[in-house]
């Protein structure tokens, strides 16, 4: 079950806002133009608190604060609910549609009005809990959260729940745990315990100085309590091993910001494994690349694409162009402005798109950073070595921009293509005749891919814009000297990343002179890519 639109009306900065979402949803605009009003607003449908005058819009106390939300999607919501009164409840009020209205208004905050076809449902006897039970589950992430309130042991957050409830009920069944339990009796507690010795003779102390003020008192004693689960696991701490093991506290803010979202999905998962089977989640996520570098900010994008894919629905506000260059059928962009204190929230199209990113990156033309050609290489081994090469020897030449096609002929097909879309200003790639392609010599099991690329790109490959090493990998391709030539066979026991270590070794250490001499087509990739530069 999905959200299919929102309807907010008198809730702070906005007045009136109605949106239709998809699958993966994304809210941009500048600093304070509305959208964590947005967010709060659809919080506020479901926590249901009382609204003040300082909650509404334009702080006039006669307003009156309404949020609707229409699902799709409720047979499969119904249908999931475990709980069979609450169930039968909920399919009563449906009759059948697939569609439900539920609205909040401060007019009376406790109370949410239910529509089915544009029809106003009487609320039966306990239907409020029934209605909890089916709405899908919502986890808004906001920016003043933090990492400890997600990760730290306690009985409300999400790593709290998931250990207690497992772990739990594992350990009342464990021999282990119940020698420990007794194991503790006997070293604390037992009569002949030298450290029951030693705190009876403590509180015999405490009780001398202790009766000379209150007479009647005839004995104190100190007792350890055996340890509960939820004591254990107070000095509960994550760990995070990404090329030094240390602490997740200890980690930065970007490193805890995605771990916090990767919790909050394991968090889904792990209800959806138990008590809540196919029931969906919404992701409200503010400011989704807080503290994110963007290629992090890229994948995060990718992990909550994929995560919207099923039943679950994602909607985050962002600053950040990442998210939203790469558009996809699934995924809605809206936009925020305010105006005389108004917010106003529209749906972008892929017309916007060019002057959206142009906003985001600051609005100057220098952001734009056109290069005066392309030059696509194999992979990102080519691109470590190729861009030190220009810094260190060739930095007077005409600027190019050097994109990996990560070993794959189709990625590389579609930076063509992506290239040749994105600088069509009049119906004609103005790069067309200027990129140049560098491949590796294709193995015998690639080759018949590599030929019909070759066969797509015919004018290119006939106009000399493809060059094609003599061998199957750069390695084999390096000069002999510092043992940087590797064979056939010792480049494939090469992991990917000893490849890119010694892509910037040679990168940082090879000659102008040995590299135009003994790695002479990687020069002439070069020098094609400058010499056909605007």
């Known amino acids: 079950m999905k959200i299919a639109s929102v309807v907010?009306?008198?809730?702070?900065?906005?007045?009136?806002?109605?949106?239709?979402?998809?699958?993966f949803n994304i809210l941009i605009g500048q600093n304070n133009t509305g959208k964590t009003n947005f967010f709060e607003a659809v919080n506020w449908f479901y926590t249901g608190t009382s609204a003040g005058s300082d909650m509404k819009f334009q702080r006039d106390g006669n307003r009156e604060i309404t949020v609707s939300l229409s699902f799709t999607g409720a047979q499969h919501?119904?249908?999931?609910?475990?709980?069979?009164?609450?169930?039968?409840?909920?399919q009563n009020i449906l009759s059948g549609s697939d569609e439900i209205k539920i609205t909040r208004s401060s007019a009376d905050p406790r109370r949410r009005v239910v529509e089915i076809d544009g029809e106003i449902k009487r609320n039966p006897t306990g239907f409020d809990t029934a209605l909890n039970d089916f709405l899908p589950k919502f986890e808004y992430i906001h920016t003043r959260q933090y990492?400890?309130?997600f990760a730290k042991y306690?009985?409300?957050s999400a790593v709290g729940i998931m250990l207690s409830s497992v772990i739990e009920e594992i350990l009342s069944e464990d021999e282990k745990y119940r020698a420990f339990r007794s194991t503790f009796e006997d070293l604390f507690n037992a009569e002949d315990s030298a450290v029951s010795n030693h705190f009876r003779a403590l509180g015999k102390s405490v009780k001398t100085h202790l009766e000379k003020q209150f007479s009647e008192c005839s004995k104190v004693?100190?007792?350890?309590?055996?340890?509960?689960?939820?004591?254990l696991l107070k000095k509960f701490e994550t760990v995070v091993d990404d090329g030094i093991e240390t602490y997740a506290s200890e980690k930065g803010d970007g490193m805890q910001r995605a771990l916090m979202l990767a919790i909050?999905?394991?968090?889904?998962?792990?209800?959806?494994?138990?008590?809540?089977?196919?029931k969906s989640f919404l992701f409200f996520i503010d400011e989704?690349?807080?503290?994110l570098h963007p290629t992090a900010q890229r994948k995060l994008k990718e992990v909550l694409l994929e995560l919207s894919a099923d039943l679950d629905q994602v909607i985050i506000s962002t600053h950040s162009s990442v998210f939203v260059a790469d558009t996809g059928t699934r995924e809605s962009v809206f936009k925020t402005e305010k105006n005389d204190c108004k917010t106003e929230i529209f749906k972008t199209d892929d017309i916007d798109k060019p002057y959206i990113i142009y906003e985001l990156l600051g609005g100057s033309p220098a952001d734009l950073l056109l290069p005066r050609n392309f030059l696509i290489v194999e992979g990102p081994s080519e691109l470590e070595l190729l861009t030190r090469v220009i810094k260190r020897h060739y930095i007077d030449r005409p600027p190019i921009q050097i994109i990996s096609a990560e070993g794959d002929t189709h990625q590389a097909k579609r930076s063509i293509n992506a290239i040749s879309?994105?600088?069509?200003?009049?119906?004609?790639s103005i790069y067309h005749e200027k990129i140049i392609i560098l491949c590796d010599k294709p193995t015998a099991k690639a080759k018949g891919g590599f030929d019909q690329f070759i066969e797509a790109h015919k004018a290119i490959y006939k106009r000399g814009q493809i060059l094609i090493l003599p061998h199957g990998s750069l390695e084999e391709c390096y000069p002999t000297e510092n043992g940087w030539n590797k064979t056939e066979d010792e480049t494939k026991n090469l992991l990917g990343h000893h490849k890119k270590q010694l892509a910037k070794n040679v990168g940082d250490n090879i000659s102008k002179e040995s590299f135009e001499a003994n790695m002479p087509l990687l020069f002439e990739a070069l020098s094609k890519a400058w010499v056909n530069a605007f």
């Open 154 to 156: 306690s009985q409300k």
């Open 221 to 231: 004693f100190f007792e350890v309590l055996s340890p509960e689960f939820n004591d």
């Open 264 to 278: 909050i999905q394991a968090y889904a998962d792990y209800r959806k494994a138990r008590e809540d089977a196919g």
């Open 147 to 149: 990492y400890d309130e």
């Open 8 to 23: 907010i009306k008198n809730f702070r900065s906005i007045e009136h806002a109605e949106l239709s979402f998809s699958d």
């Open 77 to 90: 919501g119904a249908e999931n609910m475990i709980n069979e009164a609450n169930r039968t409840k909920i």
């Open 288 to 291: 989704a690349e807080l503290h």
């Open 421 to 428: 879309k994105a600088y069509s200003p009049m119906g004609s």
